[in-house]
C-alpha cells in the first residue's frame, strides 16, 4: 500500500479528484480538525450524518469521524464501500459499554425497552430497540407511552439529562465520554466571573455539576444553531473543541471559548476523532483501506433500532 505522499501535492486538490473519480461523498463530523471539514461534502452531529449516509448515491462513503460512525453508515448502506481514514479512531464512551456485559445487564429488565445512544458498536446497536442521538433522546423517550420501562445506555450523563427532561425513570448504563466529563465546574465558574457577557454552553454528555451552571444545554447541532440565534456576541463552549471551526465559520465577529478541563491537558480535544488528518483522508481515498465491514447478521440486527430512530426523527421533523 502506498503511503507516501509527495509534499508539492495539493491535497484539497487531489482529495476533489478523487471524489469525482470513485463517486466518493466525504461525511466529517463536528468534532474534525478544520482541513477535514473544510473538504468535507457534509458536516453534521451523529443523526445528520446517519440521515447522510442513508440516503446517499455514491458508491464509497469516507467516514472522517470515529469507528462507531462509520459502522453505522455500513449498517445503513451494507452495498457501498465505507472507509475510516485511521482505523484506530474508537471512543471511550463506546469502549465503556463492552457488548457482552450489556447483554447481562438487559436481562436483568426482560420487560424493558432497550434505547441506546448512537455513540456506540454496532453490536450494542443490535442488542437494542431503538438507537438515539443527543438532538432527538428525548423525543424518543418521550415518544414511547409514559408506563414504558426503559433502559437507557451507554452514557449516563446524557441518560440522566433525559431522564431529567422527561421526568421518566429511566435505567442507565454506567458509561460516559472522556471527553465530556473531564470540563471544570470550578474553572468555568471563574472563566464567566472574566467573561460576564458569554453565554455558558454545554453537551448533555457533560456532568449534572457543569449542566446547572449552562444557559443552553444540546447536540452538537443544536449549540451551533444556539450561536447563530443568539444576540450574545460571547460563548463559553463545553464540548469538544472542534465545533468552534464551524462556529466561527457561521458567526464572524462572536468569539468562541473553549470551556477549560480539570487538568492541563488538552482534554477538550477528542483524542481518537483527532487521529484522523487530511494525509490520511487522502491516502484512504486513494487505496481504498481502511475500510469498514460489519458482519451481515449484526448489520440485520442493528438496522432496526437505527431505522426506528429514523422514522421517529422524521416524524417529528428533526
Not at 173 to 202: D, Q, Y
Not at 260 to 285: G, I, V, W
Request: a negative charge; aromatic letters at 6%; hydrophobic letters at 40%.
Amino acid at each position: 500500500m502506498d503511503t507516501l505522499i509527495d509534499p508539492k501535492l495539493d491535497l484539497f486538490e487531489e482529495i476533489e479528484r478523487l471524489k469525482k473519480e470513485k463517486n466518493a461523498i466525504i461525511l466529517a463530523h463536528y468534532y474534525q480538525e478544520p482541513d477535514i471539514q473544510d473538504v468535507a461534502d457534509y458536516i453534521g452531529d451523529s443523526l445528520g450524518l446517519s440521515q447522510e449516509a442513508a440516503k446517499t448515491d455514491a458508491d464509497v462513503i469516507v467516514f472522517a469521524g470515529v469507528h462507531f460512525m462509520a459502522e453505522t453508515a455500513k449498517i445503513l448502506s451494507p452495498s457501498k464501500k465505507v472507509l475510516l481514514p485511521d482505523v484506530k479512531a474508537g471512543c471511550s464512551l463506546a469502549d465503556s459499554c463492552p457488548p457482552h456485559l450489556f447483554r447481562k445487564f438487559k436481562e436483568k429488565y426482560p420487560d424493558h425497552v432497550v434505547i441506546t445512544y448512537v455513540n456506540c458498536t454496532a453490536e450494542l446497536k443490535a442488542l437494542s430497540d431503538i438507537v438515539c442521538t443527543s438532538t432527538n433522546a428525548v423525543q424518543i423517550v418521550e415518544s414511547l407511552p409514559k408506563d414504558t420501562k426503559i433502559i437507557f445506555g451507554p452514557d449516563k450523563n446524557l441518560g440522566a439529562w433525559v431522564a431529567k427532561k422527561t421526568g421518566r425513570d429511566l435505567v442507565l448504563w454506567n458509561g460516559a465520554c472522556m471527553v465530556h466529563e473531564i470540563f471544570s465546574r470550578e474553572k468555568i465558574t471563574r472563566l464567566r466571573e472574566r467573561h460576564p457577557r458569554a453565554k455558558f454552553i454545554a453537551h448533555p454528555e457533560c456532568e449534572e455539576a457543569v449542566l446547572q451552571l449552562a444557559d443552553y444545554i444540546g447536540s452538537t447541532t443544536g449549540l451551533l444553531k444556539y450561536t447563530v440565534n443568539s444576540d450574545a456576541d460571547e460563548f463559553i463552549v463545553a464540548t469538544e473543541s472542534g465545533i468552534i471551526h464551524q462556529m466561527e465559520k457561521e458567526n464572524p465577529g462572536k468569539t468562541f471559548i473553549p470551556a477549560p478541563p480539570n487538568n492541563n491537558c488538552a482534554c477538550n480535544d477528542c483524542p481518537y476523532m483527532k487521529r484522523n488528518t487530511l494525509e490520511k483522508l487522502y491516502l484512504c481515498m486513494k487505496n481504498d483501506t481502511p475500510e469498514v465491514d460489519v458482519p451481515a447478521h449484526i448489520i440485520t440486527a442493528a438496522r432496526k433500532p437505527i431505522e426506528r430512530m429514523l422514522e421517529i426523527s422524521a416524524g417529528l421533523g428533526l
